[in-house]
């Protein structure tokens, strides 16, 4: 269900041929798994908070021979120690207040490699109807059946019932260039259900 709704190809196009690749919140590593089966020229690593996710996670990458996929816990926020040749992140931020958000991606920049990229796939808050349908999917995998785990503890907004934070490819964008990135946006949602969007940001 996960890949027929998100446009990991997409995404898996902007990341380098080669190189040491990391992604931040990688849940069953689907992504991770599909980046490293399609070139092998990259060194992939999958890190997650949810325990659970991450012990099927590393079966899978058992049992793929001469694949260089690997997966770890981590702590929420926390980025592993680069330098990395791209780092991704997908829909997971929107778990985090939104000075977590800017706080992890800028954590995240620190450990790219010169010419390194950042890629973040999030929801874009147009077209409206989109962003409603997100958030009424995402109340029920967060809330409902806790399919995804909180990345921290509710805090005063969730239990006045803003449960996500999602940031605008906007906003996030103006983030990184204040630290010195380019950034280009790209639209993924043609034909989907939900507003994908990727940024892009490099180390100028």
Not at 146 to 166: C, L, N, V, Y
């Amino acid at each position: 269900m996960r890949w027929w709704t998100a446009p990991f190809p997409a995404i898996e196009a902007a990341l380098p041929g080669a190189g040491r690749i990391l992604e931040i919140g990688c849940g069953h590593g689907l992504f991770c798994t599909f980046a490293a089966l399609s070139s092998d020229g990259r060194n992939v690593v999958g890190v997650d908070i949810d325990r659970d996710k991450i012990a099927q996670a590393q079966q899978v990458a058992a049992e793929l021979a001469g694949t260089d996929l690997r997966f770890e816990v981590a702590d929420s926020g926390a980025v592993a120690a680069g330098p990395w040749d791209a780092i991704v992140v997908v829909d997971m931020l929107y778990l985090l207040p939104a000075e977590q958000q800017r706080a992890l991606l800028t954590a995240a920049a620190a450990e790219l490699a010169p010419g390194g990229a950042l890629l973040v796939k999030e929801m874009s808050d147009t077209p409206t109807w989109k962003a409603r349908w997100n958030v009424l999917q995402e109340t029920l995998a967060v809330s409902v059946l806790g399919i995804t785990e909180r990345a921290t503890a509710p805090g005063p907004a969730a239990a006045a019932g803003q449960r996500f934070a999602f940031v605008t490819p906007e906003v996030m964008a103006r983030w990184l260039a204040d630290i010195g990135l380019r950034t280009c946006m790209r639209r993924l949602d043609r034909h989907r259900l939900h507003p994908h969007h990727l940024l892009i940001a490099r180390l100028r």
